[in-house]
């Protein structure tokens, strides 16, 4: 990898350097994400709790969006494999998730995005998500990454708390053997000592290099992991300012998990947004984007 992305003394591996690998805009459906283009919004629950909620949430956000004059990819997850407690809500599960998802997509006419966790998965997500979703803990597991990518789906690999920047080289490697390049790499933090992230920005430019837009995961780079003991905690009152911070810094686009009442969110309530806060936000990280591309 470059010298000029490590510490001072770290051994470099010969022949091994970071550099564009393909083109650095991915499209889907009536969307492009990358240079150049606009910021691009993935927003949505944590979790489906219910498909009424769900349905709430992601229509705010269109009819938000589409005044803002900005694209969207609707996010809900219908499984979370990696709750920290046994006791912890997950959500409705693969078949009847999947079924909320695909009615909200038809329905509303948006993109969608979800995550999925087993290989055995995998096939049946692909009929409805626009684009998958290989989650940070699990974006080091080879057979499930290429898994992923045989299905020729724009893939969104969040890069894992334990990585750095340059180590995302090499799961791009990896979906790139399959021959799929549609790959968009998401920035969620970095663990930083016990039930701590923190974001390093030059990670952002960093993986751009290696020739791949970059979201930033503004609610789960806030998070806690483990910091309630049976759950994550968070302090969603820095989520803007990391945000604003992180498309200073060159991002794409920006992943934001929002609720119409946090405090009361079956998953990840600490750390997500309330809906009637992002007007504002996102008019104004639209108008740094704006200063920063023209």
Request: charged share 20%.
């Amino acid at each position: 990898m470059h010298d000029k992305y490590l510490p001072m003394g770290s051994k470099i591996k010969e022949n091994y350097s970071v550099k564009k690998t393909m083109g650095n805009i991915v499209k889907t459906d009536n969307i492009s994400i990358g240079q150049g283009s606009q910021l691009v919004l993935i927003s949505g629950p944590c979790v489906i709790e219910n498909y009424e909620m769900t349905y709430e949430i992601a229509s705010f956000l269109k009819e938000l969006t589409h005044n803002l004059d900005i694209p969207f990819i609707f996010k809900a997850s219908y499984d979370k494999a990696n709750r920290t407690s046994i006791n912890a809500f997950r959500g409705p599960g693969l078949a009847d998730g999947l079924d909320i998802l695909e009615r909200i997509k038809t329905e509303l006419g948006i993109t969608v995005i979800s995550d999925v966790h087993t290989i055995n998965e995998i096939d049946h997500a692909a009929r409805v998500l626009d684009i998958i979703q290989i989650p940070a803990f699990l974006c080091r597991q080879t057979d499930f990454i290429i898994k992923v990518a045989e299905t020729g789906k724009p893939i969104n690999v969040k890069k894992g708390q334990f990585l750095s920047p340059w180590d995302v080289k090499n799961i791009v490697d990896k979906v790139t053997s399959t021959g799929n390049r549609r790959i968009l790499l998401t920035e969620r933090g970095t663990m930083f000592g016990y039930n701590n992230l923190v974001v390093d920005f030059r990670g952002i430019k960093i993986m751009q290099d290696i020739g791949c837009p970059v979201i930033f995961d503004a609610t789960h780079s806030i998070q806690l992991p483990g910091g309630a003991g049976t759950s994550s905690g968070g302090q969603r009152e820095f989520a803007p300012t990391l945000a604003r911070a992180a498309v200073a810094a060159g991002a794409d686009g920006i992943f934001m998990e929002v609720h119409p009442e946090p405090d009361r969110a079956l998953c990840d309530g600490p750390n997500s947004l309330k809906l009637d806060t992002l007007d504002a936000l996102l008019s104004q990280l639209i108008a740094i984007r704006k200063a920063m591309v023209g």
